[in-house]
């Protein structure tokens, strides 16, 4: 084995014991036919797929540099293929063009390799019609099936499959990855790490301008609460769902570029309509998760600051500066025992609307509440 | 990039290769055609990732370069242009097309992110015949399969040895083969290539008279008239066709072709939703056969010489059709052991080609 990490490698952090096994298959010409990326959503299961393909079809160990490299990070390789859930479901026409995708040599690397993103949802009829590509599998393809819920999955299509962890990186470790490997100051990392949840959103946050900004207002929030009492907690929710909405139309904006992408290129002809469908149900998706994110960060802001007053209160350790900046008032005088019950109350909102709760509502009752403080 | 060509010539070049530009691919890229120019030499590539078609055409190259530009768009301003010369002028980023008056600015797609065919320079290649090649994969492709849960029953398996290639297809009721005489390298090589793409490309060649075949590790291409269409092979083993293939047959009927086919597709109105056509071979010609109780019976006598014992066989009309059309010549000669061991279809004296088919179990 190379002594120095090729490049599509040594991006990953956090996971060395999956990394290791995978490189030692690389190293010793044994890869599997099909692997299963079992671990929580933004802990470095994609990029490991990323590296996967990229060195087997590199020509230099997955340098990470190449325009064979370049190819998979950008996901335009053409044997790199990447399935998604059309609508909830990985349904069995996808694995039907997979299969046939996969019994033809491939084109212009050394090896097809299929990643598949929530294979939990692959439902029992694609399941069954994978099952049958995985026991015979074609000589030059590789699966990648990527879960976060490995006993939601058929049994026989798991068993088919070499099983790869990853671990979920806890606060810790996603702060120090962003510290030492990413050059974010201590305090920016961590609330990036609190508000991302997992490595990939904290790596986004960290480096997102405009974010600092967001968090300052979303800091402001219960000292206007306790100033102005119910009548700001309408308008506060309403903010809320503004910011939300912005977000949403930013990428919107993003989306909009790919949609006039695809009409360049394609044109009205025959058989795009599919394709639009499949790009539509994508942009949808990507739509609810950016909107959950805003409210799982507005959330994160607001119990950073109870905590933080909790802790300046009790004198026992000091919160972030920006934090400490955002304490007036209501931080100073009100009842501890209200902050308790405040993140309490905040917790109870963020379950809520990851079930899918009605965001105007459950903010404006959250914040309604964090208006009878102080 | 600059080029200037004729616009006739640039756009039936372009028209020719957007027919395999795909539309249900996922990679933006893939609706372009790419545009390469050197050294007086401009080619037009698009693919949707199964075909890959490229033309190449003469004209004036000002400036090398590479760039893709969307397929549809660029046929339908080419094809509305007036008479006379054509300049494209691109970059990474847009393409300029002048012709005439009219002055067309198009964005470009990323033409790095367009698929790098392994290319077949190490391919074995030769030249045939487009004629014969023609009737050869139409001889062969409807025997193929069309059910992709065997995806290698869906190609054609093309054979080099001795001096000859082999075209042979089977779904496994039906085996079609057809041997031509080949003269580039002769080392034996096997490869498997899906059957739509190879019908497609022996028909683009239609027009020409000579066809370059070149056969890669994961390529095959279809060369004639400065066009070329690369389609990948299909991985796997095909099955031993050979072993199938009965040594000598004792019974055999030789019969006008036409007749044959005619009698079949009348009796055939009979033979629906899997009932088979019968033939009951025997001194004088053949009774065919059809029909159930719910719809009734056809009959048919078909005068034609018989050497062997009386015997009954049945098959699937269609692929009996199928067999009776792909033969070449006024004859064919029906082979058949029993009603249960393959039949084999040929022209009388013709060993370049042959059918064999699947009887259908009666009682
Ligand atoms: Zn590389």
Request: proline share 4%.
């Amino acid at each position: 084995m190379k002594t120095t990490t090729p490049g599509m490698w040594n991006r990953l952090l956090g996971q060395e014991a999956a990394v290791g096994v995978l490189r030692a298959s690389l190293a010793s010409d044994r890869v599997g036919h099909a692997y299963l990326f079992v671990g929580p959503r933004g802990v470095g299961r994609a990029p490991a797929a990323l590296a996967l393909a990229a060195s087997v079809n590199c020509l230099d160990d997955g340098c990470g540099t190449c325009a064979i490299c370049a190819k998979v990070l950008r996901r335009s390789h053409a044997d790199v293929h990447h399935i998604s859930a059309e609508g909830g479901q990985i349904v069995v026409d996808q694995v039907r063009a997979l299969r046939e995708e996969a019994s033809r040599a491939p084109f212009e690397g050394r090896m097809k390799v299929f990643i598949i993103d929530e294979a939990e949802r692959l439902n029992p009829a694609a399941g069954n019609a994978l099952l049958k590509v995985l026991e015979e599998p074609p000589s030059s393809a590789l699966f990648i099936l990527m879960t976060d819920a490995p006993d939601d999955m058929l049994p026989t299509v798991v068993s088919r499959c070499r099983r790869i962890d990853f671990v979920p990186l806890g606060f810790t470790e996603i702060v120090e990855i962003l510290t030492q490997h990413h050059g974010v100051a201590e305090d920016r990392a961590a609330w990036a790490a609190s508000a991302g949840g997992n490595l990939a959103a904290a790596l986004r946050l960290s480096k997102d301008p405009a974010a600092e900004e967001r968090r300052e207002r979303h800091l402001s929030y219960p000292e206007r609460l306790a100033r102005a009492g119910l009548s700001s907690a309408i308008s506060l929710a309403g903010e809320v769902r503004v910011e939300a909405d912005e977000a949403v139309d930013r990428l919107k904006v993003r989306q909009k570029d790919e949609i006039k992408e695809h009409a360049e290129a394609y044109g009205e002809a025959r058989g795009t309509a599919a394709a639009r469908k499949r790009l539509e149900v994508r942009h949808k998706r990507e739509a609810r998760r950016t909107e959950q994110q805003t409210y799982e960060i507005v959330l994160t802001d607001l119990a950073a600051w109870y905590r933080g007053a909790l802790l300046a209160r009790h004198g026992d350790g000091a919160p972030d500066a920006q934090i400490e900046a955002a304490l007036g008032d209501c931080a100073l005088s009100a009842p501890t025992t209200s902050f308790v019950d405040a993140l309490e109350r905040i917790e109870a909102t963020r379950v809520a609307l990851s079930r899918n709760a009605q965001a105007g509502l459950a903010l404006e009752a959250l914040f309604m509440h964090l208006g009878s403080i102080g | 990039m600059k080029i200037r060509i004729e616009r006739d010539q640039i756009a039936d070049a372009v028209a020719w290769v957007l027919r395999s530009v795909g539309s249900k691919a996922t990679l933006p890229v893939l609706g372009g055609i790419l545009v390469e120019a050197s050294d007086g030499k401009i080619s037009f590539s698009g693919t949707d990732l199964e075909i890959a078609g490229r033309a190449e055409i003469e004209g004036a190259v000002e400036q090398s370069g590479r760039a893709v530009l969307p397929g549809r768009l660029l046929n339908d301003i080419l094809r509305s242009l007036p008479e006379g010369s054509v300049t494209i002028e691109a970059d990474a980023a847009q393409g300029k097309i002048t012709g005439g008056a009219a002055e067309f600015t198009l964005r470009a797609l990323p033409h790095e992110d367009f698929p790098a065919f392994q290319g077949l320079d190490a391919a074995v290649a030769g030249v045939l015949d487009a004629k014969q090649f023609l009737q050869a994969v139409g001889q062969v492709v409807r025997a193929a399969s069309h059910d992709e849960a065997r995806p290698i029953l869906t190609g054609v398996l093309i054979e080099i040895a001795d001096g000859k290639i082999t075209l042979a297809a089977t779904d496994s009721y039906r085996l079609s083969v057809r041997e031509l005489p080949w003269s580039g390298p002769s080392e034996p090589i096997r490869r498997v290539v899906p059957a739509r793409a190879l019908a497609e490309a022996a028909r683009a060649a239609d027009a020409e008279s000579e066809v370059k075949l070149s056969l890669g590790e994961s390529q095959a291409g279809v060369e004639a008239g400065g066009r070329r269409l690369t389609t990948r092979l299909i991985e796997g083993e095909f099955p031993n066709w050979r072993q199938l293939v009965p040594e000598d047959q004792p019974n055999k009927l030789t019969i006008d072709r036409e007749t044959f086919a005619e009698s079949v597709r009348r009796v055939g109105i009979l033979a629906q939703q899997g009932v088979p056509v019968r033939l009951e071979l025997g001194e004088g010609g053949v009774k065919l056969t059809a029909g159930t109780q719910d719809l009734g019976d056809a009959v048919e006598h078909v005068a034609a010489s018989y050497a062997g014992q009386p015997n009954l066989v049945a098959f699937n009309p269609t692929y009996l059709s199928e067999g009776i059309a792909a033969i070449e010549g006024a004859e064919v000669v029906l082979g058949v052991r029993d009603g249960l061991k393959p039949a084999v279809m040929r022209a009388p004296g013709d060993e370049s080609f042959l059918y064999l088919l699947m009887p259908v179990r009666v009682s």
